[in-house]
């Protein structure tokens, strides 16, 4: 079985609701008897694979399905699993037309399931979970590729402003706080141990930071698979999973997604291992060139700067996991599967570096 399909099985459907996950489901439908125009029980309630950060539920009724993501019980970090932003920027985008799942309601009261928590439609169509849109004839598949780039041009050509996000996050040093904040998680994480090529890449990138972009709002995590397409055409019906979305470079967000291009797939949706002229795909050239056409850019002059940080910020992720494996704190087989491709992420960033050397 492909990576690809491990990670579709792993993260499609509905479960019963897990153990330690279950809630006061009477309370639930009283609050949306109060709060959600048009709620109608009986409800019952499964809960989503995916969506392990926030837990994330299908609630059903005779008359509608909604989404409900609500902060995972338990003591939690400050600031972490921040479900009122999510709510905050997906109504924001709503109102701009930008395709995202409409919000019905936010509650910030602990009291009626035990944690914050939002309902949204439930938007049905297509996730594709290979890169490589393997489903879809090779003669349709640039259409796919040209919907997902203008959705990302569409979102950055969004002023925060506009839409009310202007103090969502913090307004310029984008890099800086970032490639500071990845470098004390790698350097403090001591269990997970120092690598030469991310000692590099720390010292590196804050003598290599290009000029400052525009501030734009940034998705932060945009991937095929973080995206429904409609049921039969190659268009982005909702982007989906806003949790790491803020104010920040557009060039990064953008350089992130293209990203694909150089991902083995086995670490996340990729084509690091695909010829895209055999497939009918763009090339990453012309992935490039498309957006700064529909964005009004002359291109991209520090790409490959982009791709390096990109790939650092991964690579310090998965060294926190390497390091909460070690501790006995991440157990799952998922997280000792991902530590084994820290080392590859390493390399893919160090050779991004030396692309700009």
Partial sequence: MTSAAVSADANTGTTPVRAGFGFDEVALAAWMKAHVAGFGGPLSLRQFKGGQSNPTYQLVTPGKTYVLRRKPPGKLARGAHAVDREARVLRALAKAGFPVARVYGLCTDDSVIGSWFYIMEMVEGRIFWNASFPEIAATERPAYFWAMNDTLARLHMIAPEAVGLQDYGRAG?????QISRWSRSYLDDTDAGLDPGMDRLVEWLPTAIPPAAETRIVHGDFRCDNLIFHPTE???IAVLDWEL???GCPLADFTYHAMMYRMPPEIVAGLGDVDPASLNIPTEEEYIARYCAT???RGIPDYTFYVAFNFFRMAAIFHGIKGRVIR???ASP???ARVKHYPKLVRLAVEAADECL
């Fill in 173 to 177: 040093n984008y890099f800086e706080r």
């Fill in 234 to 236: 190659p268009r982005v």
């Fill in 245 to 247: 979305s803020t104010l």
């Fill in 295 to 297: 964005t009004g850019r």
């Fill in 328 to 330: 006995g704190q991440a």
């Fill in 334 to 336: 998922h997280s000792v």
